[in-house]
C-alpha cells in the first residue's frame, strides 16, 4: 500500500513562471511503444535543463516493486541511488519560448488525487494549452511514416492529424484521466497517440521520439532540435534494415505491411501524418510546420486562459 502523506512539495528555489504558457505533458508507462515517451523524457532532462518547480512524491505514487530504482555496485559498495523522477517543470525549446513539463513516471497509485493536483497547479500558473503524447504498437511499416491518433478538445489538430479514428475501449493511463478531467474543466487539451511498428514496439526506436517531437510542435509551436535522436535514428533504420533483407520471412511481413498501409491511406479520408515523407523532417520542414501552426492560430488564442 502506498504511504499517506503530501502528494507532492513545491520548490524553494523555483523560478518567477509567467501565466499563460502551454504545458506538455511526458509520462512513461502502460503506452509507451518504440520507448517514445522515455526518450523525450530523457531528451528534454538531457537537452533543456528543466528547474523543478513541484517534485511529486514517490512513496504516494510509486509501486518501487514494479519499477525498482536504480543503484550502482562499485566493487564493494553501494555508491549511488536514482529513484524515478516525476515533476512539474519551468523549462525552454530550442528557441528560448517558455513552457512548463510534466515529465516522469506514470503514477501507480492515486491517479483522482493526483489529477486533480495536476489541474489545480495548472490553473495556478494560469496554463493556456495541454498537450501529452504516448504510443502503442500497431501492425504498420517502419518505411511509412509513423501516424497518430488525436484526442481532445482540439478538433483542428483531428482533422490534420488523426489518421485513425477507432470506437473502441482501451486500458486507461494517468494520461488518459488527466485529459479527461482537463476537457471536462473546458481546457484546450489535445493527446497524440504514436502508431508506432509492432515489430519495433519493444525497443528503443528512435523515430518513434522524433514523432512525438514532432507532435508536440504541431500542437504548441514549441522547437526541438532532435539531432541526436536523427544521428540515432539512422544507425537503428540501418541495422533494421540490415536484418529484412537477411531474413526472406522478415522482407515478406514487411512487403505486407507497406502494401495494407499504402492501400489504407490511399482509400483514407483521414488526415495525412505529420511526417509527409519517408525521411525525418529537415529544418525547413519543421520550420514550414510551425508557420502553418502559427497560421492556423485564432486570433487572440495566446490570451486564453485555462
Same mark, same amino acid.
Given at each position: 500500500?502506498?504511504?499517506?502523506?503530501?502528494?507532492?512539495?513545491?520548490?524553494?528555489s523555483?523560478?518567477?513562471?509567467?501565466?499563460?504558457?502551454?504545458?506538455?505533458i511526458t509520462m512513461?508507462?502502460?503506452?509507451?511503444?518504440?520507448?517514445?515517451?522515455?526518450q523525450?523524457?530523457?531528451?528534454?532532462?538531457?537537452?533543456?535543463?528543466?528547474t523543478?518547480l513541484?517534485?511529486?512524491t514517490?512513496?504516494?505514487l510509486?509501486?518501487?516493486?514494479?519499477?525498482?530504482?536504480?543503484?550502482s555496485?562499485?566493487?564493494?559498495?553501494l555508491s549511488?541511488?536514482?529513484p524515478?523522477r516525476?515533476e512539474l517543470?519551468?523549462t525552454?525549446d530550442?528557441?528560448?519560448q517558455?513552457f512548463?513539463?510534466?515529465?516522469?513516471y506514470e503514477?501507480?497509485?492515486?491517479?483522482?488525487?493526483?489529477?486533480?493536483a495536476?489541474?489545480?497547479?495548472?490553473d495556478?500558473y494560469?496554463?493556456?494549452t495541454?498537450?501529452?503524447?504516448?504510443?502503442?504498437?500497431?501492425p504498420?511499416?517502419?518505411?511509412?511514416?509513423?501516424?497518430?491518433?488525436?484526442s481532445?478538445?482540439?478538433?483542428?489538430?483531428?482533422?490534420?492529424?488523426?489518421?485513425w479514428?477507432?470506437?473502441?475501449?482501451?486500458?486507461?493511463t494517468a494520461? *488518459?484521466l =488527466?485529459?479527461?478531467?482537463?476537457?471536462? /474543466?473546458? +481546457?484546450?487539451? &489535445?493527446?497524440?497517440v #504514436?502508431?508506432v511498428? *509492432?515489430? =519495433?514496439?519493444d525497443t528503443?526506436?528512435? /523515430?518513434? +521520439?522524433l514523432? &512525438?517531437?514532432?507532435? #508536440?510542435?504541431v500542437?504548441?509551436? =514549441?522547437v526541438?532540435?532532435?539531432?541526436?535522436?536523427?544521428?540515432?535514428?539512422?544507425?537503428?533504420?540501418?541495422?533494421?534494415t540490415?536484418?529484412?533483407?537477411?531474413?526472406?520471412?522478415?522482407?515478406?511481413?514487411?512487403?505486407?505491411?507497406?502494401e495494407?498501409y499504402?492501400?489504407?491511406?490511399?482509400?483514407?479520408?483521414l488526415?495525412?501524418?505529420?511526417?509527409?515523407?519517408g525521411?525525418?523532417?529537415?529544418?525547413?520542414?519543421?520550420a514550414?510546420?510551425?508557420?502553418?501552426?502559427l497560421?492556423?492560430?485564432?486570433?487572440?488564442e495566446?490570451?486564453?486562459r485555462f
Amino acid at each position: 500500500m502506498p504511504t499517506h502523506g503530501p502528494l507532492f512539495e513545491r520548490s524553494a528555489s523555483a523560478p518567477v513562471v509567467p501565466h499563460g504558457l502551454p504545458l506538455v505533458i511526458t509520462m512513461t508507462g502502460f503506452t509507451d511503444a518504440g520507448g517514445a515517451v522515455g526518450q523525450v523524457v530523457d531528451h528534454f532532462r538531457d537537452t533543456l535543463d528543466p528547474t523543478p518547480l513541484v517534485v511529486f512524491t514517490n512513496d504516494v505514487l510509486l509501486d518501487y516493486r514494479a519499477r525498482r530504482p536504480i543503484i550502482s555496485f562499485d566493487q564493494d559498495h553501494l555508491s549511488d541511488y536514482r529513484p524515478p523522477r516525476l515533476e512539474l517543470s519551468f523549462t525552454r525549446d530550442a528557441l528560448g519560448q517558455p513552457f512548463l513539463l510534466l515529465a516522469g513516471y506514470e503514477p501507480d497509485f492515486a491517479w483522482d488525487a493526483f489529477s486533480q493536483a495536476v489541474l489545480d497547479l495548472a490553473d495556478d500558473y494560469g496554463i493556456s494549452t495541454v498537450t501529452w503524447v504516448h504510443a502503442i504498437p500497431m501492425p504498420v511499416p517502419h518505411t511509412r511514416p509513423i501516424g497518430t491518433t488525436v484526442s481532445g478538445t482540439r478538433s483542428d489538430l483531428t482533422e490534420a492529424h488523426s489518421v485513425w479514428q477507432p470506437h473502441t475501449q482501451v486500458p486507461s493511463t494517468a494520461g *488518459h484521466l =488527466l485529459e479527461y478531467r482537463f476537457a471536462e /474543466a473546458g +481546457a484546450s487539451v &489535445a493527446g497524440f497517440v #504514436l502508431l508506432v511498428p *509492432h515489430y =519495433l514496439g519493444d525497443t528503443e526506436y528512435p /523515430a518513434a +521520439a522524433l514523432a &512525438a517531437l514532432d507532435s #508536440l510542435t504541431v500542437a504548441t509551436g =514549441l522547437v526541438f532540435s532532435g539531432d541526436d535522436l536523427r544521428e540515432e535514428n539512422r544507425d537503428y533504420v540501418a541495422k533494421v534494415t540490415d536484418q529484412v533483407a537477411g531474413s526472406e520471412e522478415l522482407s515478406r511481413m514487411l512487403e505486407g505491411l507497406e502494401e495494407r498501409y499504402d492501400s489504407y491511406m490511399a482509400g483514407s479520408t483521414l488526415a495525412t501524418p505529420i511526417i509527409h515523407t519517408g525521411d525525418l523532417p529537415s529544418a525547413d520542414e519543421l520550420a514550414a510546420e510551425l508557420e502553418r501552426f502559427l497560421a492556423s492560430r485564432q486570433t487572440g488564442e495566446e490570451d486564453k486562459r485555462f
